[in-house]
């Protein structure tokens, strides 16, 4: 009976040591980026108002596309009114490059932006997104949207005579005055058409529960990777916000991007990157390091749901990208970098959660053995290199974790004491927490392997009460 339960507990070691060591090399790709080149991450140095008044600074719209669903208007006010406090310091410099453009299909929210912004220093227009409308090739959902306003564009709606930028914001996203200018500054001079910079989440940090808030702990480091292939012009992945287009770019693709098989897609963003990139190659492509805060989700049930709409999002991506004659006429080692880059990632994230579960069923067995190859001179569990590179592997996962945490909460506003023991707290929750978020990888994989094609966009909630409203909901 030992010989069998060895066995078995060797062939699950095996398993484990292999999935451990597929998830690890991704890990290495971050602290790679973390380690080597953190300077290119976030823009550290200031930029001020006389600073940009000495370069060419582009027509910059910061465009925010909504759904009007309860409690958003909250969110989208604190993102403007961070817009308004920049262009305050020099209302008639900022008034004439700087504008707020809200899309949204609730009309009574758009009376009531438009009545709260009448007198901001910047302009702060909204469109109505009419009840009727459809898009040539029946585009659904937030694409929907943001294919209206292209729309509107290009019949000259708020045209600017020069080079424009569109900087995408999430209802929830804030850049502040700071980042805003550094972004100005970096625009002025960017050779890219399509930029992104990196996301950190500390809005109503302490609102969210303590499982999502260590989920959330997960992000920032991976957006070492995002500059990564940013920079490298392969866009394996796509923020939806903080993404930076130039508008003759967006105006030209459009949004306009159809069904998958009669269903809509909910990765409008990786859809259109990789439209972009099947039409112009790597080069439009930048990293501009200028930090947007957004919130965690209030609920594990929220943050389920999210990470399964981003797995499931860009699985329909791939499949779509597949059938584009575009695509087909890329080199074989482009394709093959493409779309085994992006499954490479799903499937790392989804194996997180059969590591777990393999971890929490052998983690007995195997610190009794480790005891009894200390005290008692048995075998080690594991050969000495084969634990060096789990034991690496393990550092890499907590010490993300640590870093991200660090990353949420420096611009946070809470005080050390408090930094202090949310970083340990979000640590300490970690493995439960990764648990959930790679279950919900793995359940949209699942589910796409099943057949399963339908979809919904539910954004995720932007208040507590909007969060609880919706569980009720179910």
């Known amino acids: 009976m030992a010989s069998f339960f060895d066995d078995i507990l060797t062939g699950v070691g095996i398993l484990l040591f292999a999935a451990v060591s597929f998830i690890g090399w991704r890990m290495f790709s971050y602290w790679r980026s973390f380690l080597l080149h953190w300077k290119k991450y976030r823009r550290l140095e200031s930029v001020t108002t006389e600073n940009l008044r000495s370069v060419a600074v582009p027509f910059v719209k910061i465009q925010i596309t909504t759904r009007g669903a309860a409690g958003s208007f909250e969110v989208i006010e604190r993102g403007i009114d961070n817009v308004i406090a920049l262009a305050d310091e020099a209302p008639e410099f900022y ?11 609730s009309e009574a929210q758009g009376e009531r932006l438009l009545k709260a912004f009448a007198h901001a220093p910047v302009e702060v227009d909204v469109l109505v997104i009419p009840s009727e409308y459809q898009t040539p090739a029946g585009t659904q959902m937030k694409a929907r949207g943001l294919h209206y306003a292209v729309e509107q564009r290009r019949a000259l ?12 914001y999430d209802e929830e996203s ?3 005055p700071g980042e805003l200018r550094k972004l100005m500054g970096c625009l002025a001079e960017t050779p890219s058409s399509i930029l992104e910079g990196p996301i950190f989440y500390p809005l109503d940090y302490l609102q969210a529960s303590p499982m ?41 693709i459009g949004w306009d991007i159809g069904c998958l098989d009669g269903e809509p897609f909910i ?37 389920f749901k999210q990470r399964y709409r981003w797995v499931f999002g860009v699985l329909q991506g791939l499949a779509d990208l597949k059938r ?9 080692t482009t394709r093959f970098a493409l779309l085994w880059g992006t499954r490479y990632r799903i499937a790392s994230f989804a194996m997180g959660c059969v590591v777990s579960v393999l971890s929490f069923a052998v983690l007995p067995a195997f610190l009794t053995k480790t005891v009894a190859s200390i005290y008692l001179n048995q075998a080690a569990p594991l050969p000495g290199p084969a634990s060096a590179w789990l034991s690496l592997v393990g550092m890499m996962w907590i010490g993300s974790v640590f870093v991200g945490a660090w990353h949420n909460l420096a611009d946070s506003g809470l005080d050390g004491s408090t930094r202090k023991t949310e970083i ?13 978020e790679s279950s919900a990888a793995l359940w949209a994989v699942l589910a796409w392997a099943r057949g399963t094609r339908r979809v919904s966009w539910v954004p995720t909630p932007k208040t507590l009460e909007a969060d609880a409203a919706q569980t009720r909901k179910g």
């Open 324 to 332: 584009s004659s575009r695509f087909g006429a890329l080199s074989a």
């Open 212 to 252: 999502c808030r260590s989920m959330e702990a997960n992000r920032p480091i991976g957006c070492y990777e995002c500059r990564h292939v940013m920079e490298a012009g392969t866009p394996l992945h796509l923020h939806g916000s903080n993404l930076v287009i130039e508008e003759s770019l967006e105006n030209e």
């Open 157 to 168: 709606w708020n045209r600017k005579p020069g080079r424009t930028f569109i900087v995408h």
């Open 424 to 436: 340990a707290r979000a640590v300490v929750a970690a493995p439960i927490a990764g648990l959930i």
């Open 174 to 176: 804030v850049m502040v």
């Open 95 to 105: 008034g004439r490059f700087l504008s707020v453009e809200v899309v949204t299909e």
């Open 267 to 303: 990765a409008e963003d990786y859809v259109f990157g990789m439209k972009a990139f099947t039409r112009y190659g790597g080069d439009i492509f930048g990293w501009h390091g200028c930090v947007m805060l957004e919130q965690p989700p209030f609920s594990v049930r929220s943050a």
